[in-house]
């Protein structure tokens, strides 16, 4: 199936950094949505953004629905430890929460260097 | 906050032995559930969307005789793998949808050994 492409594939920074990330697709969504995964855990939501042009944040966490709704960015300012995980976004083509299934980035693998 | 709960959370099998997984909604009602299959260092690979009193859509390439799915509550989807091969050995994941949007569960690592 379809996978949205995330950038980097992974990255090794040190505790303190801010991260950058991003999502595209070559076709338009929706609905962006992004997750953190820990080792052997589902993911959890971090983000969720509905509208294009949007910008929302959450804590040290900020993420962007890109304008031509095709791409999303998500930033970390001041990492910490527990911010180690897998990253991925998900695409919905609806607006609102009907019955359709996301599309998966292939992920973000952020690693911090003591 | 929306919780699922997913059971087992991993499990080892004999090939050709049948393995149920259960994904239920704790505080809420889930009208559609999804299941996905994770490989090592891969992303989330969706399999069969499910809703509640009616047959599962399978995605492209997903045997639905090997991968039964049923949705018999809107708190309830379970899995079935069904005669397991070593090469089904991977980390299976639900997410049911609600009012708070889309819930995972925790995951369940299958061993087929």
Redesign the interface.
């Known amino acids: ?1 379809q ?1 949205l492409n995330q950038s980097p594939q992974s990255m090794f920074i040190q505790e303190g950094e801010d991260v950058s990330m991003n999502c595209t697709s070559s076709s338009i969504f929706n609905t962006w ?1 992004w ?1 953190k995964q820990d080792p ?6 971090l983000i ?1 953004l509905y509208k294009a042009g949007e910008l929302t944040s959450n804590g040290r966490l900020t993420a962007q629905f890109g304008i031509t709704r095709k791409d999303s960015f998500l930033n970390i300012s001041a990492s910490i430890p527990s911010d180690v995980g897998i990253y ?1 976004c998900a695409g919905r083509r609806g607006s609102n ?1 009907g ?1 359709e ?2 599309t ?4 973000t ?1 952020l690693t911090i260097i003591p | 906050g929306a919780v699922v709960s997913q059971h087992p959370s991993r499990v080892i099998c004999k090939s050709g032995t049948s393995v149920k997984i259960e994904c239920r909604s704790l505080d809420f009602q889930a009208t559609t559930m999804f299941w996905y299959r994770q490989f090592p260092k891969q992303s989330l690979m969706l399999m069969a969307t499910s809703n509640e009193g009616s047959k599962a859509t399978y995605e492209q390439g997903v045997e639905k005789d090997k991968f039964l799915i049923n949705h018999a509550s809107l708190t309830l989807s379970t899995l079935t793998v069904t005669s397991a091969h070593p090469e089904d050995s991977s980390f299976y994941i639900c997410s049911a949808l609600g009012n708070y949007g889309y819930t995972f569960g925790s995951g369940t690592r299958l061993t087929v050994v």
């Open positions: 199936g996978q949505l997750y052997g855990e589902g993911p959890v939501l969720a991925f929460f019955n299934k996301l998966f980035g292939t992920g693998r």
